[in-house]
């Protein structure tokens, strides 16, 4: 092999395993990220605020709130493509009114059904409910496809607090009061930090792999 393809190859070695090593500590540094949140998250989860409280916190998302008031009639909404142990279904939203504007409340899982055209008939209380639940973001789809939603369906695919306004024709709050009604505590991240640790150890397996690779193409080369 010539001198100019030798340093060719080199020059590529090199270059792959900085990517690889790069994309290792990125994945670390990542993991760590998520231990910390995970860790914020549950010492918050064992903190309940009252409404004010919630208004005067600029990151509220991880408490607990305690809210009382009036669900606002017809207002329900079905948060569409959740699925729960496998099946196809909605989370259900409904508005609370609230002296500072509606809140949307997650208020649970409900199976779709197979003809699409019909959503889940779902009693609203009467009177006035005690809630308790965690404060969580709004879900915002990471595509908008279809244009802008129909707003004569009470199908949606986000709780964006804009959305949620011009459906309900009210200043919504800028979070989710999620209920925990399946009995299963809400994570707030999809990738725990044990699948980057993962990811990071696979990318750091294929620098080392690369390297032994050209290490022994070089030698075979050289023999030859």
Same mark, same amino acid.
């Given at each position: 092999?010539?001198?100019?393809?030798?340093?060719?190859?080199?020059?590529?070695?090199?270059?792959?395993?900085?990517?690889?090593?790069?994309?290792?500590?990125?994945?670390?540094?990542?993991?760590?990220?998520?231990?910390?949140?995970?860790?914020?998250?549950?010492?918050?989860?064992?903190?309940?605020?009252?409404?004010?409280?919630?208004?005067?916190?600029?990151?509220?998302?991880?408490?607990?709130?305690?809210?009382?008031?009036?669900?606002?009639?017809?207002?329900?909404?079905?948060?569409?493509?959740?699925?729960?142990?496998?099946?196809?279904?909605?989370?259900?939203?409904?508005?609370?009114?609230?002296?500072?504007?509606?809140?949307?409340? $997650?208020?649970?899982?409900?199976? !779709?059904?197979?003809?699409? +055209?019909? #959503? /889940?008939? &779902?009693?609203?209380? @009467?009177?006035?409910?005690?809630?308790?639940?965690?404060?969580?973001?709004?879900?915002?789809?990471?595509?908008?496809?279809?244009?802008?939603?129909?707003?004569?369906?009470?199908?949606?695919?986000?709780? $964006?607090?804009?959305?949620?306004? !011009?459906?309900?024709?009210? +200043?919504? #709050? /800028?979070? &989710?009061?999620?209920? @925990?009604?399946?009995?299963?505590?809400?994570?707030?991240?999809?990738?725990?930090?044990?699948?980057?640790?993962?990811?990071?150890?696979?990318?750091?397996?294929?620098?080392?792999?690369?390297?032994?690779?050209?290490?022994?193409?070089?030698?075979?080369?050289?023999?030859?």
């Amino acid at each position: 092999m010539s001198i100019g393809k030798s340093w060719g190859l080199l020059a590529l070695t090199l270059l792959m395993t900085m990517l690889m090593v790069t994309m290792g500590i990125w994945q670390l540094s990542r993991a760590d990220d998520k231990r910390q949140l995970l860790q914020e998250w549950q010492q918050r989860r064992d903190i309940a605020l009252d409404l004010d409280e919630t208004l005067a916190i600029d990151n509220p998302f991880g408490y607990r709130l305690e809210v009382s008031g009036l669900y606002l009639a017809g207002g329900d909404l079905f948060l569409d493509n959740q699925m729960h142990e496998g099946r196809a279904g909605y989370r259900l939203i409904r508005p609370l009114q609230t002296p500072y504007g509606l809140l949307a409340v $997650d208020a649970g899982w409900w199976p !779709a059904d197979p003809d699409r +055209r019909r #959503l /889940p008939v &779902v009693a609203v209380p @009467e009177g006035p409910v005690q809630l308790n639940g965690v404060l969580v973001r709004p879900y915002r789809p990471p595509l908008s496809l279809g244009g802008a939603p129909d707003p004569q369906t009470r199908r949606i695919s986000g709780l $964006d607090p804009d959305l949620l306004r !011009a459906r309900w024709g009210q +200043r919504t #709050l /800028p979070f &989710v009061l999620r209920l @925990e009604t399946e009995g299963t505590e809400w994570q707030p991240v999809v990738m725990g930090p044990e699948r980057h640790l993962g990811y990071a150890v696979q990318w750091f397996a294929m620098a080392l792999a690369v390297w032994v690779a050209a290490l022994v193409f070089y030698r075979r080369r050289h023999e030859t």
